[in-house]
């Protein structure tokens, strides 16, 4: 039932333009905190047998636990699977992320299982810009086609 409302995507790859799909949640919301409560309550009966006051600290363990995984499960799905790129490590250090996303290009280069895939719509620069680009040099170019 929920299929029906969960979009396929919802947006590209700033890098290779592969329609993907990020979860918009940063943060627990309503729904987290109720089955953090609830988490605590079988944990406090489990432990205990009834009720116990201690099930506040159950009850923010639980809550540390489901912040941390939606923070990591989005983290994880903002990275392109497939040519790597990290939007946040971008902004942050792009230098780094161009390597990341070197690396990775290098692996599907010689990955058999992607010979047969279609090939990535990777950003094109012409010879004589990448040229100006690289005597300038503001940057390395990671790839010029795969
Ligand atoms: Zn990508």
Same mark, same amino acid.
């Given at each position: 039932m929920f299929a029906l409302f969960k979009p396929k995507h919802n947006c590209y790859c700033a890098f290779c333009k592969t329609p993907r799909n990020i979860y918009r949640k940063k943060n627990i919301g309503v729904m987290n905190i109720l089955a953090s %409560?609830? %988490? $605590? #309550? #079988? &944990? =406090?009966? %489990?432990?205990? !047998?009834? *009720?116990? +006051? /201690?099930?506040? &600290? $159950?009850?923010? #363990? @639980?809550? %540390? &636990?489901?912040? &941390?995984?939606?923070?990591?499960?989005?983290?994880?799905?903002?990275? @392109? /699977? $497939? @040519?790597?790129?990290? +939007?946040? =490590? *971008? #902004?942050?250090? +792009? !230098?780094a992320a161009a390597e990341k996303v070197k690396v990775q290009l290098d692996r599907r280069k010689e990955d058999p299982k992607y010979l047969l895939a279609k090939p990535l719509n990777l950003p094109a620069i012409a010879p004589k810009k990448a040229e100006a680009l690289q005597t300038k040099g503001k940057g390395k170019l990671v790839s010029r086609s795969i």
């Open positions: %409560a609830m %988490a $605590a #309550v #079988v &944990i =406090m009966f %489990a432990i205990w !047998q009834e *009720y116990d +006051p /201690r099930v506040m &600290i $159950a009850f923010v #363990v @639980c809550l %540390a &636990i489901s912040e &941390i995984f939606v923070q990591i499960r989005w983290r994880l799905s903002v990275v @392109c /699977r $497939a @040519c790597g790129f990290d +939007p946040i =490590m *971008y #902004v942050k250090d +792009p !230098q």
